[in-house]
Nanobody, 123 residues
Framework: QVQLVESGGGLVQAGGSLRLSCAAS????????LSWFRQAPGKEREFVAS????????NYADSVKGRFTISRDNAKNTVYLQMNNLKPEDTAIYYC????????????????WGQGTQVTVSS
């Protein structure tokens, strides 16, 4: 059974930083494409960042480029999202997602999801 467990969310002031973690089990992590999505209240889930199974081709939403960095540690079966210079509009529940097949920006590409972690940025 695949499990993805996010952590690291919280309340931070605008301009601050947070690092989200997502620990995976039950899948071959080193060959999985990984991604982060987020969903703000009253809005649809949106793509944030993704990384291919080999650590290449990190891809970011325009709204987070230059501020967020996705990375992975295959030895720990963990994917991270470093978030710097946070803005109030980054407030959302952040979800990690994984796929054993090719996957990029589309939520439907990912069969496995975590439960989410809340990030709140105060102005």
């Amino acid at each position: 059974q695949v499990q993805l467990v996010e952590s690291g969310g919280g309340l931070v002031q605008a301009g601050g930083s947070l690092r989200l973690s997502c620990a995976a089990s039950g899948l071959t992590f080193s060959s999985s494409d990984l991604s982060w999505f987020r969903q703000a209240p009253g809005k649809e889930r949106e793509f944030v960042a993704s990384m291919r199974w080999n650590g290449g081709s990190p891809n970011y939403a325009d709204s987070v480029k230059g501020r967020f960095t996705i990375s992975r540690d295959n030895a720990k079966n963990t994917v991270y999202l470093q978030m710097n210079n946070l803005k109030p509009e980054d407030t959302a529940i952040y979800y990690c997602a994984a796929s054993s097949y090719y996957a990029r920006n589309y939520a439907g590409d990912y069969p496995y999801w975590g439960q989410g972690t809340q990030v709140t940025v105060s102005s």
